[in-house]
């Protein structure tokens, strides 16, 4: 067994592919992927998988280059949009799509160095999958409160761009 070194979860040792930017053990990556074709597979889950995403791209920041900087902070808008502002879960991927077009925006954030849950909870956790994954990226969300300053920053520059 070894620690994920991007969530912390305990994996198992394990060869296998992984994210080409985001930083994770492959027994991770695996899990991630157990946890798309699940939410893939139920019509019900639909709504929480943003939240997944989300919370396993912040918790999986990679090495600070351009690619992962944005990633990150395209995904802890998200987080902002839906968890703090109380935007629908569904209008997260058009707010992603427009920040991912501000290239060179974003800086790089120092990760959070613990997670309270990570994908592992929520495949644990199948048959409350909805409120699993609210609880999973609140608690990705609240990990990275430090900047959360600079997220809002961000957020507001986005839709003062967008007006």
Known sequence: MLQCVGCGATVVETTGPIHRYMLAA????????????????????????????????????????????????????????TLVLKMPVSKAPGIITRATARKGHYRWLSPPSAHTMTVADILRDRQNIGNAAHQWARAAWDAWRPHHEQVKLWHSELFRQMK
């Open 26 to 81: 492959p027994a991770c990556w695996a899990m991630f992927g157990e946890l798309n074709a699940l939410l893939l597979s139920d019509p019900a889950a639909a709504g929480c998988r943003q939240w997944c995403v989300d919370a396993y791209a912040v918790q999986h920041p990679g090495e600070p280059n351009e690619q992962a900087i944005q990633s990150v902070a395209c995904h802890l808008m998200s987080l902002y949009s």
